[in-house]
């Protein structure tokens, strides 16, 4: 289908490459038997049989970078830690995925838990941790119920608890359910939550790995991070340098939803393009024009047609003026208003906005009100200057990556689609029909309700 | 921990019991739960969450009886509790529907149809956003992106996912719900529990139903069905046979991974590898970063999976 663009020059490989989606076919792929059908614990087994500064060195040879959006390489955050003081020290799984367009691990925890519980195990084994926790986001039952299935069956089968298989090595695990707030996927907001406080940023530093929970040294990585250990433990980092580019090492699982042919997860190595990714999904819905995406998330600037070509590596896309970040590729397609989207998207962060900064909170706040009122026909020029003066005030300005993220969709869509504002302005209202844009045939409602968004 | 706490409060039995307001039997039992909760953790604070998601399961909401509860257990005040029950869009402040209907009107599924959705629900069960209806049976609230993009339109009840919604289809649900019906989710358990198991659940306390309904849907499934199809693999081939082929020790069958090849691999010198490199972002020698430098951004932040 689509070997013919692979673009020359770079590592030949195929054009997708599952390891963590490799067992997601299996019957019942959710339980320990399944997994371990499929070669899993391999990589638990080659990590107790080092040092756990092995374990270390081989993660950071891997080049593996956080995929929970920052890309810090993962390794390196663990060599963070200050040596050992004969106290606690805590691996903090992230698994709040909340950041809108991103739907890669809640399915991966729902078809694969126990990829996840042997990454902790590594990880916690390399770092020298004996009591792990993953935060889980509250909205999603039956999840945690396979989390705690898992651990429970990871327990009684000797991978956790005392004395890891035999190795001398103690692991508890706890699976923590949140209670709905997008700003805990922030690592120290996280902390804070996982503390029974509010779920509000900490100022920084002390980084988590000096101060985290409990203020205890702590690891917070990504599901996706800390799933893709196992693997790299057990096959070595050479296999996984092996894919992807020089300095995004590895594979991703790219999440394809919106107005594509075939919406769903694809996991191919980084570098990847939209255009080959497309291609494999069939295509953009009913064959038509691409209109504008985000590689990888509500708060990567958006992308055009202008990009399909970009290489969806962490330097290509900050080249091109965006971030990779959880690969949450929202495609839209022509039919659909950027500024019903943007302003969407803002009424999102003012609602999870924790309140702690001014800039965020008040920032947010006030973008959505300009934002509904160009939205719905009455917004002046002056709106879109203010908006961009507002954001100016956020970016680099607020407590901690909401804010700035909250800044990316007003600032890219303006500077992209600065005329479609317009034509809100001065044609008094939206000129799109949002049935168009829908999954399903329907008849729009006569006046469509301005002000229903962000009544959380 | 606060064991002496706990027992003193519970009181003796001529002793009404002080703050909560809850039945002795309703206290003995509740306070059984919460020591559960807390001995999960290394500091009984961390107990709070789903000690709130415990009082939910008991009371549909977090009651004023619930905070004085978590209070007692906690050995924190009504304030400190209300504080972080109040932050949370989980924790509801008034009398929960026996099933949560949440329609995603996030960007994306809002466009693929979720604003149709919950305008069609909302008309169609007499009801706004966060509003029950007269049988009490569903409350209707709009959430925020649930990360299942790729089956949007999106609907959840009771935080079990119904994917790729009508207006149709979700009205076809709340109206099975209302009749009391058992409903089956798209992905997740065999059908729906009550907003009062599913709390009891998010406080841990398992209900044994995790080996119910499908692993994976369509979508999920979506890349790995075509490289199935075309043969395609990561290098080595799939992850089982690439296992199969290892070392009897459990060694690994490849790579860097042993100490002395770690140490002497060209590789871990070499510009890829986080381990040798000098710093070429601001990422990497601060790792919360920069605030507003794209490249620097904290790992869990909101470019992160949050």
């Known amino acids: 289908m689509s070997e013919q663009s692979v673009a020359a020059g770079r590592p030949s490989h195929d054009p997708l490459t599952p390891v963590l989606s490799d067992t997601w076919d299996a019957d019942r792929s959710w339980t320990l038997q399944a997994y371990r059908d499929h070669g899993g614990y391999a990589g638990l087994r080659a990590a107790l049989a080092q040092e756990p ?44 995925e909340s950041e809108p367009g991103t739907c890669k691990d809640i399915p991966l925890m729902m078809a694969s838990p126990q990829a996840l519980i042997e990454g902790v195990a590594i990880t916690s084994y390399a770092i020298g941790c004996h009591h792990a926790f993953i935060y889980v986001r509250g909205e999603v039952l039956h999840v945690y119920r396979r989390l705690l299935r898992a651990v429970e069956e990871a327990y009684a089968a000797g991978l956790l608890g005392k004395d890891v298989q035999g190795s001398g090595f103690d692991l508890e695990v706890t699976v923590h359910a949140g209670a709905g707030a997008y700003i805990c996927g922030e690592e120290t907001a996280l902390l804070d ?25 702590t690891v917070v990585n990504n599901v996706e991070s800390i799933a893709s250990v196992p693997s790299i433990v057990a096959r070595g980092a050479d296999w996984f340098t092996s894919m992807g580019t020089e ?20 996991e191919a190595p980084l570098g990847t393009t939209l255009r080959e990714l497309l291609d494999l999904a069939g295509g953009m819905r009913g064959g038509k024009a691409l209109k504008f995406w985000t590689p990888g998330g509500s708060s990567t600037p958006i992308f055009t047609d202008a990009h399909l070509d970009t290489p969806l590596d962490y330097e290509s896309v900050a080249k091109a003026g965006s971030m990779l970040g959880t690969r949450a590729l929202q495609i839209f397609d022509e039919t ?6 943007v ?64 800044t990316s969709p007003v600032t890219s869509s303006i500077e992209l689609f600065r005329a479609e504002y317009e034509a809100h302005i001065t044609g008094g209202g939206c000129p799109f029909d949002p049935a168009a844009a829908a999954l399903f045939d329907y008849t729009s409602r006569p006046s469509s309700r301005v002000l229903t968004a962000g009544v959380h | 921990m606060t064991t002496e706490t706990t027992t003193d409060a519970s009181g003796g039995p001529g002793r009404p019991r002080s703050r909560s307001g809850y039945d002795a039997e309703k206290v003995a039992r509740l306070a059984a739960d919460a020591a559960l909760i807390v001995a999960r953790y290394p500091q009984p604070r961390s107990a709070l969450l789903p ?47 026996t099933y949560t209907v949440g329609v995603c009107t996030n960007t994306l599924c809002a466009i693929m149809g979720g604003d149709e959705i919950f305008d069609e629900l909302s008309e169609h069960l007499g009801v706004g956003h966060d509003e029950t209806t007269d049988d009490g049976a569903v409350t209707l609230e709009r959430v925020e992106c649930n990360a299942a993009c790729d089956y949007a339109p999106v609907m959840m009840v009771n935080w079990e996912f119904f994917d790729n919604q009508t207006p149709g289809s979700a009205t076809d649900v709340v109206d099975r719900l209302r009749a009391g019906e058992q409903v089956a989710p798209t992905r997740g358990a065999a059908s729906v529990c009550s907003f009062k198991q599913m709390s009891r659940v998010l406080a841990g306390f398992t209900d044994g139903r995790a080996d119910e309904g499908v692993g994976a849907g369509e979508p999920t499934l979506a890349g790995l069905r075509l490289a199935r199809e075309n043969g395609w693999t990561a290098p080595g081939g799939p992850t089982d046979t690439a296992e199969g082929a290892q070392a009897p020790d459990g060694g690994p069958s490849t790579g860097t991974t042993g100490p002395a090849d770690a140490q002497g691999e060209p590789e871990a010198g070499e510009e890829q590898s986080s381990a040798e490199r000098e710093p070429t972002t601001d990422a990497d020698v601060d790792p919360g970063g920069k605030p507003g430098t794209p490249e620097a951004k904290p790992d869990a932040s909101k470019g992160t999976d949050a």
Request: hydrophobic share 35%; aromatic share 10%; charged share 20%.
């Open chain 1, 53 to 96: 500064a092995d374990v270390v060195a081989t993660v950071k040879a891997s080049g593996l970078r956080g995929r929970g959006g920052a890309g810090f390489p993962t390794g390196m955050k663990w060599g963070f830690l200050p040596p050992p003081d004969g106290g606690p020290r805590y691996l903090v799984v992230n698994a709040d």
């Open chain 1, 193 to 217: 939550s996982l503390e029974g406080l509010r779920g509000q940023p900490r100022l920084k530093p002390p980084f988590p790995a000096v101060a985290g929970l409990y203020a205890r040294p």
């Open chain 1, 247 to 266: 300095r995004s090492a590895g594979y991703g699982l790219f999440s394809l939803s919106g107005h594509v042919t075939r919406p769903g997860q694809y």
């Open chain 1, 336 to 341: 659909t208003c950027v500024v019903r989207a």
């Open chain 1, 343 to 406: 302003s969407r998207w803002t009424d999102f962060y003012a609602h999870e906005s924790c309140g702690k900064c001014t800039p965020c909170r008040e920032g947010t706040y006030w973008m959505k009100q300009v934002l509904a009122r160009i939205e719905g026909g009455q917004g002046t020029e002056a709106d879109l200057d203010l908006l961009l003066d507002t954001c100016d005030n956020i970016l680099g300005r607020a407590f901690c990556a909401l804010g700035d993220g909250a």
């Open chain 2, 51 to 97: 000690m709130l998601h415990l009082v939910q399961s008991e009371d549909g909401y977090v009651s004023r009886d619930g905070i004085r509860f978590c209070a007692e257990q906690l050995d924190l005040t009504a304030a400190e509790v209300s504080a972080v029950a109040t932050f949370y869009t989980q924790y509801k402040r008034h009398p929960n529907g």
